[in-house]
C-alpha cells in the first residue's frame, strides 16, 4: 500500500472503529467518548494552527466560546432552532478568528502567545460583563425540546454520540484532505522556514490567516456542538484553561499528526477523569503532563510512533 | 463623598496596587530580559508568597509583628527555592528554547497552584498586619474655606507602610543592579549571553539566581499585600496578568519602563475600579496591552533597537 492509501485505511478505521463503539461501549464510557470526539474535533482545530503552521496559540478558548456563545444565545434568546444556531455559532468563530487573525498575525513567536491570550481574557471577562445575558460563570442550560434537529433529540444519548461522531468525522477528514493538498503543504514550509517559504513566492500572511480562520472555525463548530449536544453554555469554556487543553492535547497525541488530537484527548480525558475521582487537585496531572512532555516527549505520542515504527503515518 | 475626596481615596488604593504590581512585575521583566524567558508561573510564585506567609504567621504566632518579619525572610526564600528548582529541573533541560519554556512554565503553574491547592486547602485566609491604624485624611472645603475630615475618606498606616516598603525595595533593587558587581554581570549576560560566558561569568548560575531572584521578588510583594487581601491558591491569576501588561507596556526587559508602566497601570486599574466595575477596568487594560504588542511591539517606552 503506498503512504496514501494507508493514510486512507488508518482514518477510515478509526471513524469505523468509533462507529463500532456506538453499539459496544457501556453507559458511562459511551457518554465519555462522544465527549472526547467534540473535544478531539476542537483538539483538531488547535492542531491545524499548532501543528502544522507552527503558530502556538493561548487563546483558542476564544473561538471555541464564541461558537458556543453564538449558537445558544440565538437559541435562548433568538428563538433560532437547533441547526441554523449551530452555523451562526461557527459564523461567529470564524469572523472572531479573521479579526483576531489580523491584528495578532503581525506579531511572530512569543509575542503571537501573548497577543492570543490577551485576547481570550479580553473575551472571558468580555462575557462575564455581560453577565445579564451570558450569565457568567453560572452559565446557563439550554432545555431539551430545543435541542433537536430535524426530529432527532439530541439529549438521547446514541443520537448524541453519532452527531459527535459525524462532526468528529467531518473534521478529521476534511483536515486530512487538506494536509494532502497544495495548501496543506505550504502551511508545513511555513512552520519549517517561514522566510524560504516567502522567497519561493507564497503569500505566507494569505496562508497563515487562511490556518487561523480555519482553526477558528473548526474550534467554534466544536463549541457550537458541545454546547448543543450537552445542553449547557458557561464561561468556564472561555477560560485561559480551556485554551491550554487544546495544546496538551495536541502535545500529548503529537502536533502536526492527524490522529494525535484524538489521542491526546482520549488519554487525557481519561486521565483527568480518573485522577479527579481521587483529589480535586485534578489539574495537577495536566501540569506534571505539560512538564513531562516538554522535556521528554516534544513529539507526543502519535509523533513517537511515526519516528518510530511507522514513516508514513499523516 | 463629593468627587474630590473619593478620588483622592481612589488614587490611595491604587498607589498601593501599582506598588505592589511595580514588585511583581519588576521579577517578571528581570527575569525576561536577564533569560528571555516567559515566565508563566510568576503568579504563582506570587501566591506561594502570601501562602508561605500565612503558614509563618501562623506558626509563629505571638506577635503579628514578629510574624510577619518572619515571613519577609522565609517567603522570598522558598519561592526562590522553589524557581532554582524549577530553573534546575526544567528549564535548563530544554534549553530555554521560548516556545518550550512558556508550555512548560504553564505546567509549572498548574503543579505549583494544585499543589497548594491539597496542601493548604480552597480557603482563602487572612493574615493579620504588623499594625494597623486608621489614619483619617483632610480635605479642602472651599466654600466654608476650611479644612474638615469627610466621613470615609481615610487610610490605613499599614497601606502607607506598603507604598512606602515597595519603594525602598525598588530603590534597593535598583542599587543592587547598578552598583554592585551581582548586577553588573546580570546586566553583562543581558546584554551578551555569549560574550558574557566568554569572560568568565557562569551563566548558568546567573539564570538560576536570576530566576529565583524574580520568584522572590513576586513573594515579596505577596508577602506584603497579604494582611490587605487574602491568601488563596487561585490568587496568583490576576498578579500575572497585570504584570504581564505592565511588561509588555513599559517595553519587554527594560526595568525602568516596567515601573513607570506599573505606577500608571496600577493607579488607573484602582481608579477605575473605583468609578466602574474592576471587570470592565481589566477588559479595557487587556484590550489596551494586546493592541500595544501588535502595533507598537517594542512597548510604549522601550526603543525600537532591541
Known amino acids: 500500500m503506498s503512504a496514501a492509501q494507508k493514510s486512507l485505511a488508518l482514518h477510515l478505521g478509526l471513524i469505523g472503529g468509533l462507529f463500532a463503539l456506538a453499539f459496544i461501549l457501556p453507559t458511562y464510557h459511551h457518554g465519555n467518548f462522544a465527549r472526547i470526539m467534540v473535544l478531539a474535533t476542537y483538539a483538531i482545530g488547535y492542531n491545524v494552527l ?27 434568546y433568538g428563538g433560532v432552532p437547533a441547526l441554523p444556531a449551530l452555523f451562526l455559532g461557527i459564523i461567529a468563530a470564524t469572523i472572531l478568528a479573521a479579526v483576531v487573525a489580523v ?19 479580553t473575551g472571558f471577562l468580555t462575557i462575564l460583563y455581560f453577565g445579564e445575558w451570558t450569565r457568567g460563570d453560572e452559565g446557563f442550560v439550554l432545555q431539551q425540546k430545543v435541542r433537536q434537529i430535524a426530529g432527532l433529540d439530541l439529549s438521547d444519548p446514541m443520537t448524541r454520540y453519532l452527531a459527535a461522531w459525524v462532526l468528529f468525522s467531518v473534521a478529521l477528514l476534511a483536515t486530512a484532505r487538506m494536509m494532502h493538498v497544495a495548501f496543506g503543504g505550504v502551511l508545513v514550509a511555513i512552520r519549517e522556514n517561514e522566510e524560504r517559504t516567502r522567497m519561493l513566492g507564497y503569500n505566507v500572511f494569505a496562508h497563515k490567516f487562511a490556518a487561523v480562520v480555519i482553526s477558528g472555525a473548526i474550534a467554534g463548530a466544536a463549541g457550537a456542538a458541545y454546547g448543543l449536544l450537552f445542553g449547557y453554555v458557561g464561561a468556564t469554556f472561555a477560560s485561559v484553561q480551556y485554551s491550554i487543553f487544546p495544546l496538551l492535547w495536541v502535545l500529548l497525541g503529537g502536533a502536526g499528526t492527524t490522529i494525535g488530537p484524538f489521542i491526546g484527548a482520549l488519554f487525557m480525558f481519561y486521565l483527568i477523569d480518573y485522577s479527579s475521582g481521587l483529589t480535586s487537585a485534578y489539574m495537577l496531572i495536566a501540569g506534571v503532563a505539560l512538564v513531562l512532555l516538554t522535556l521528554f516527549a516534544r513529539a507526543g505520542i502519535a509523533g513517537e510512533i511515526k519516528r518510530r515504527w511507522a514513516p508514513w503515518l499523516p | 463623598m463629593d468627587f474630590g475626596p473619593y478620588l483622592l481615596l481612589a488614587s490611595l488604593e491604587g498607589a498601593v496596587g501599582a506598588a505592589v504590581l511595580a514588585l511583581t512585575a519588576v521579577g517578571l521583566s528581570l527575569v525576561f530580559g ?97 499594625f494597623n491604624h486608621r489614619i483619617a485624611l483632610p480635605w479642602y472645603d472651599f466654600q466654608a474655606g476650611e479644612w474638615f475630615y469627610p466621613w470615609g475618606l481615610g487610610t490605613t498606616s499599614y497601606k502607607l507602610f506598603v507604598i512606602a516598603a515597595a519603594i525602598v525595595l525598588l530603590l534597593g533593587f535598583w542599587a543592587l543592579m547598578t552598583r554592585t558587581k551581582v548586577g553588573l554581570i546580570m546586566r553583562a549576560t543581558q546584554l551578551d549571553w555569549d560574550m558574557a560566558q566568554a569572560f568568565g561569568i557562569p551563566v548558568d548560575r546567573v539564570y538560576a539566581l536570576v530566576f529565583g531572584f524574580g520568584a522572590a521578588l513576586a513573594a515579596l ?24 501588561i505592565v511588561v509588555i507596556i513599559g517595553g ?55
Open chain 2, 34 to 130: 536577564v533569560m528571555r524567558v516567559v515566565n508563566v508561573a510568576h503568579g504563582e510564585f506570587y501566591m506561594i508568597g502570601a501562602v508561605v506567609a500565612w503558614f509563618v504567621a501562623t506558626t509563629v504566632g505571638t506577635h503579628p509583628a514578629l510574624g510577619f518579619i518572619a515571613a519577609l525572610i522565609v517567603a522570598p526564600l522558598v519561592a526562590a527555592i522553589i524557581a532554582i528548582a524549577a530553573d534546575r529541573l526544567v528549564l535548563k533541560r530544554v534549553n530555554y528554547d521560548p516556545e518550550a519554556t512558556i508550555v512548560a512554565t504553564i505546567g509549572i503553574l498548574y503543579i505549583i497552584q494544585q499543589a497548594a491547592l491539597m496542601g493548604y486547602g480552597p480557603e482563602a485566609r487572612p493574615v493579620e498586619p504588623p
Open chain 2, 221 to 244: 510583594a505577596a508577602v506584603l499585600i497579604v494582611p490587605i487581601q487574602q491568601a488563596h491558591y487561585l490568587m496568583g491569576g490576576d498578579p500575572l496578568l497585570l504584570s504581564f
Open chain 1, 50 to 76: 499548532f501543528g502544522y503552521t507552527g503558530l502556538l496559540s493561548l487563546g483558542h478558548a476564544m473561538f471555541f466560546a464564541a461558537g458556543m456563545y453564538g449558537m445558544g444565545l440565538a437559541m435562548q
Open chain 1, 103 to 121: 491584528l495578532a498575525l503581525r506579531t511572530i513567536g512569543v509575542a503571537f502567545m501573548i497577543v492570543t491570550l490577551m485576547f481570550a481574557q
Open chain 2, 252 to 306: 519587554l526587559g527594560s526595568v525602568r519602563g516596567t515601573v513607570v508602566a506599573a505606577i500608571l497601570i496600577g493607579m488607573s486599574d484602582g481608579i477605575i475600579s473605583v468609578f466602574f466595575t474592576p471587570t470592565l477596568a481589566k477588559i479595557i487594560a487587556t484590550m489596551v496591552v494586546a493592541l500595544v504588542l501588535v502595533f507598537r511591539p517594542q512597548g510604549l517606552f522601550g526603543t525600537k533597537a532591541a
